[in-house]
């Protein structure tokens, strides 16, 4: 069955940096990629590959956060740099294996952000 694995969430002050890492079962997908939601908000895109290995950044983590990922390790890493108070949210691994297939959702990792 499809399983996510995620780690590297944790306490960080603002400036510093965090890597997140999301081991899936699967070793082809349509996304492979990070969400997250904060206190109060709704679940939102944070970076992503498709299938054809294209990213996607939300403009807010443009420039400060980097996806990259490791097919032989079936593993996609965030690299959170510059982080900021308002990146504070339970970030989620996520998968989708092709169009009109369901997601599949990591347990969800904290990362909190303080000033």
């Known amino acids: 069955q499809v399983q996510l694995v995620e780690s590297g969430g944790g306490l960080v002050q603002a400036g510093g940096s965090l890597r997140l890492s999301c081991v899936a079962s699967?070793?082809?997908?349509?996304?492979l990629g990070w969400y997250r939601q904060a206190p109060g908000a709704q679940r939102e895109l944070v970076a992503g590959f498709s299938r054809d290995g294209s990213t996607r950044y939300a403009d807010s983590v443009k420039g400060r956060f980097s996806i990259s990922r490791s097919n032989a390790k079936n593993t996609v890493y965030l690299q959170m740099n510059s982080l900021k108070p308002e990146d504070t949210a339970l970030y989620y691994c996520k998968l989708n294996l092709g169009p009109l297939k369901p997601n599949y959702w990591g347990p969800g990792t904290h990362v909190t952000v303080s000033s």
């Open positions: 699967e070793s082809t997908y349509s996304f």
